[in-house]
DNA sequence: GTCCGTTACGCCTGGCGTAAATATG
DNA sequence: CATATTTACGCCAGGCGTAACGGAC
């Protein structure tokens, strides 16, 4: 089996119309209806119904089939090829989101400087989920993602680096911060949010307490903004789930509290790749340095 | 590109013998040497090393690579032909976990026996794990299995029927059982457990609870068979973690224990097919009766 | 006639086999 | 010499284009 055949399949699927593809692939149009009938023979099964009556070509349920996975093949060779393509460029595609950039990255650049593998970094910034799309695709190699819940796609290959806690941060200002022991969540029924959007997980995780304890939350305030999530707390217009590491020693008027009966979903943070891909040298190196990156563990996390 | 030539590479990275690969493919030597070309010149990267030095055919990196992305194609070309093949057939290829059948099952043969459905169905009884890999190689086309995890594989199209909570499940004979409020699990500490097997969800569950309360439990005794299972428990012989409804009315001398502060993980019930799988109308039916069964929606779960 | 797809036929390349060549032990 | 792969060359079929055909407006 020819494909090409496949990829004039798959057009026509979209299309609808072989004076269309042939002319998208600049070849001869009963090319086209050719293809679709070598196709045909091959999988014993008619793809096309061409109703003249109505003036349309249907697609047989047989054809439906065939055409998921013929999009999955396409997907699987232009990564091939693209992969290939790349295996003598010295860069790595590296994907980093933000946030575990500025927290867990800084300890490693010195290594990775050491071992001339900084500057051949060619970093994706950009959050988790967009970064496994980026990963799909090719045009990130490996990725060091946050996720609320183990990836448990067996289509990536994925190292658990650690998992931090998430906390309720609220302003020095509010009585919540004069408590010292660790609050319930049940307890914030009343409270105003500020909600973190953009990064799934801080949103989610927020979603995921609610749900859990069957409370509506009040949001005041969505920014995908950090910096102006926290002023926002900080002037005690509301108060929000944060990573607890994010809120750090010079973040004044700013209070962490632990969460009583903490769900398991805490921020797991791992390297991820595709399972399909092979690292060249120097990523393996990368790798192996990030998995030595230290994240303190706190809670079980589901790992 | 031929597909017949990823083939011959395929097997050839796996045999690492031209010769070897010809005779199963029933064609001459130098056809497999003349694919490789091909395939070569196609993706502009050497693939194969042959040392004759050391007496070995080495795959470089770029081949490994397409070999990885040729298996995947593989396996859909494969995928495709089944699908197709068994389009006229009646047989709707079902999976079902025999836990789930005996609890849920009943209420809807009524109702699918009246759509003559019931005589349709091709009945695969396995685990939930095993019933994902029948689904991944078209064995199975429409499951409905229970995970503690959502399913969140983009392969699979998912529709979530609804949650059922685990419970702590005790002799009668056991003090545990007068206990009229939910147990808290860190209290089971000292508790001898029996192990359910095979039913990777049950261990898994408990797994997870040990861990998070970081408890070390004590197993007195590993069985994948329910009625042996609820027999050790009844003779008191230690306690076990179960799905409530496993625990019916003619269960005697069997206690089941809420538990306090569950874990969000719960037993979800899902119905799961390939999402690159079309419906028949038949099996499009027997998915809108299976979404309308009746699984009394407990606790939160992950959905 | 126009629009689209199919059928017919001829051309050329692509994939295969045979046989010879090459390389290593 | 034997073994394993590559090169050379000839054969046939597979994929393409041109041109003619067919059905619906």
Redesign the pocket.
Known sequence: M?T??LSYFRILVEK?????V?EMF?????????????LEKEFDSKL?H?D????K?EITRSGYLLYEKSKVIQKNIDLARKEIKASDSEKIKFGLPPIIGTLYFPQVVQKLAQESLFQKLQISESGSSELLNELDNGNVDIAVIATIKPIQNPKYEVEYLGSRPFSVIVSAKNPLSKSTKPVDFRDLMAERFIRLTGKYIHSQMLEDYCKYYEIEPEVVYDTPDISWFKSLIRANVGIGILVRDEVGEYDRDLVCLDIANPLPESFNISVVRRKSYILKPDEQKLVDILQRMNIKNTNGGYY
Chains 1, 2 share one sequence.
Do not use: F, L
């Not at 003249?52 to 003036?55: I, T």
């Open positions: 020819n090409r055949d609808r119309n072989y004076t269309e042939a600049s070849v001869s149009q009963p090319t086209i209806t050719q293809a679709v009938k070598r096309v061409v003249r009556v109505h003036q070509t």
